[in-house]
T-cell receptor
Framework: GNSVTQMEGPVTLSEEAFLTINCTYTATGYPSLFWYVQYPGEGLQLLLK?????DKGSNKGFEATYRKETTSFHLEKGSVQVSDSAVYFC??????????????FGKGTRLSVIA | SAVISQKPSRDICQRGTSLTIQCQVD?????MFWYRQQPGQSLTLIATANQGSEATYESGFVIDKFPISRPNLTFSTLTVSNMSPEDSSIYLC????????????FGPGTRLTVL
């Protein structure tokens, strides 16, 4: 079936440190891949996405590259800020025969950035 | 992107009662979904809200417990029926536009506590 595995947290970093959150997936066909972010007390916001192999999604200094050969979509940021503290979810969407396209989420990784 | 609002934003309910959550999108969308996020967990898809027909439920979720309506292309409701403390979660709706995009946008969520 379709599934997403992401590194477990929590991850604690100092401000300006480099961030990597690993995400791998299992899917039939060619899913689209997403990173969503959930700030404390808020709903989910789309951070970035990639829809085909070798695509790079980027937003707010975050990047992730769709690697089909390794079935991965790791999230990176060169210099984190305290305001990046949140829970990050890797997700994929796939087309079902019924035509709808639900999201399958990883378990989430909590990031805490300290000054 | 789509702007999605949910009401109520939070509620505290007694065991055995029911709560209806509303989801409003600022423009017409092809698909709407309802997810549940249990405390400290990832998101799980409850059902796809189909306009003009019965919702499509995922394994483990049934219409008697989570009746869903979608009377038009911009509005949906989810009812959590005969609640128990195990239903305490954040409930989120999302929307997907047709065409080339496969990006789901989420509402802010409804935080439900059942006593």
């Amino acid at each position: 079936g379709n599934s997403v595995t992401q590194m477990e947290g929590p991850v604690t970093l100092s401000e300006e440190a480099f961030l990597t959150i690993n995400c791998t997936y299992t899917a039939t066909g060619y899913p689209s891949l997403f990173w969503y972010v959930q700030y404390p007390g808020e709903g989910l916001q789309l951070l970035l996405k990639a829809t085909k192999a070798d695509d790079k999604g980027s937003n707010k200094g975050f990047e992730a590259t769709y690697r089909k050969e390794t079935t991965s979509f790791h999230l990176e940021k060169g210099s984190v800020q305290v305001s990046d503290s949140a829970v990050y979810f890797c997700a994929l969407t796939y087309n079902r025969n019924s035509g709808n396209t639900p999201l399958v989420f990883g378990k989430g990784t909590r990031l805490s950035v300290i000054a | 992107s789509a702007v999605i609002s949910q009401k109520p934003s939070r509620d505290i309910c007694q065991r055995g009662t029911s709560l209806t959550i509303q989801c409003q999108v600022d423009s017409q969308v092809t698909m709407m979904f309802w997810y549940r996020q249990q405390p400290g967990q990832s998101l799980t898809l409850i059902a796809t809200a189909n306009q003009g027909s019965e919702a499509t439920y995922e394994s483990g979720f049934v219409i008697d417990k989570f009746p869903i309506s979608r009377p038009n292309l911009t509005f949906s409701t989810l009812t959590v029926s005969n609640m128990s403390p195990e239903d305490s979660s954040i409930y989120l709706c999302s929307a997907l536009r047709g065409g080339s995009t496969d990006t789901q946008y989420f509402g802010p969520g409804t935080r439900l506590t059942v006593l």
